[in-house]
């Protein structure tokens, strides 16, 4: 019904950048709050930060400042851009994205994951 698809991670040196992006496509009737989330081998998976729909955005404390979501609610895709990445944030990213397939059919929906290693 609703699928998301990352793309963008990859192999970059501490202190890089990155930039990831997801494509939501199925049947969207409406796209509220989306997000990035990542987990690390080993550990839970965690926030990252989110932006609803109106395009204000909440960030995790160990990103603040280093990392910005961005979306294109007529493309329906969400952005997560990385700047001076560390060793530690090395981990799989998801997207995350709250839609309702028809009037009051939410659901919250997840991607497949990609990707981030942040290493010399």
């Known amino acids: 019904q609703v699928q998301l698809v990352e793309s963008g991670g990859g192999l970059v040196q501490p202190g890089g950048s990155l930039r990831l992006s997801c494509a939501a496509s199925?049947?969207?009737?409406?796209?509220?709050?989306m997000g990035w989330y990542r987990q690390a081998p080993g550990k839970q998976r965690e926030l990252v930060g989110t932006?609803?729909?109106?395009?204000?955005?909440t960030y995790a404390g160990p990103v603040k400042g280093r990392f910005a979501i961005s979306r294109d609610n007529a493309k329906n895709t969400v952005d997560l851009q990385m700047n001076s990445l560390r060793p530690e944030d090395t981990a799989t990213y998801y997207c995350?994205?709250?839609?309702?397939?028809?009037?009051?059919?939410?659901?919250?929906?997840w991607g497949q994951g990609t990707q981030v290693t942040v290493s010399s």
């Open positions: 995350n994205a709250v839609v309702a397939t028809r009037v009051g059919a939410w659901g919250v929906y």
């Open positions: 199925g049947s969207l009737y409406s796209i509220g709050d």
């Open positions: 932006i609803t729909r109106g395009g204000s955005t």
